[in-house]
């Protein structure tokens, strides 16, 4: 028998305790709960599905649909049009916020119109994913700014990193590379005013990676409930 724990119920350690214990958490847990049980009677439709086994990214992804935040960017709204991406992105690390006390409280920014550090981008994503360790370019100490050409070429590189690591993408992704048609895959995703060697804004690069990679439920990535 499955038993779903949400609010103050659930098992935390005294540290962790200081943030679940606050109503907006508290709410989102009950919510997650809620949209696990759903998301399990769902699928124990088609197949037998225990609660244990289903993936992490499965009801987040259902949370996200019904704007519910997984990350407390404060700065960016459900309303920004790219506001699932930059949500998932933040929950893979690849791009992350910055925490600031304010008063009693805490919150945490996500910058969306600032720019992009190479060197800290590909350090960031190398934590996501290994296998990119051997495709990053930038040497230690040289953290140069993103532009948006560039920022292609990193994508290109987790892709091949993906590839040789989980076989994680059809092949057609890698032909959308080798294209080089760039303005196409930027207008496409919904991103305006395409210019090569700008730099590129941290809301630009979180909704390229969603709207062609999609880490945040590549195969070989997926994470179960007990976080394997």
Known sequence: ????????????????????????????????????????????KHKKMKLRNIFVWLVQDELLKAKSYLMPFTDVKPVHLHWEAIQKIGVTGILRGTGKAEGWGNKMFFYPDSLVRTEETEANITDFL??????????????????????????????????????????????????GNYEKIWNN????????ARHIKRFELAALFDGLLNPFNMKGKNISLQGK
């Open 1 to 44: 028998m499955d038993l779903l724990c949400a609010k103050k119920g659930i098992s935390v350690s005294n540290i962790v305790n200081g943030t679940t214990r606050l109503q907006p958490v508290v709410l989102l847990t009950g919510q997650a709960a809620g949209m696990l049980a759903a998301k399990a009677a769902s699928l124990s």
């Open 130 to 179: 290994p296998d990119y360790s051997k495709w990053k370019i930038n040497k230690a100490g040289e953290d140069s700014l993103l532009t948006v050409v560039a920022a292609f070429g990193v994508l290109e590189r987790f892709y091949n990193a993906a590839q040789e690591g989980y076989h994680a993408y059809p092949s057609v992704i890698g032909n959308v590379f080798k294209s």
């Open 189 to 196: 995703i919904g991103l305006k005013y395409f210019q090569p």
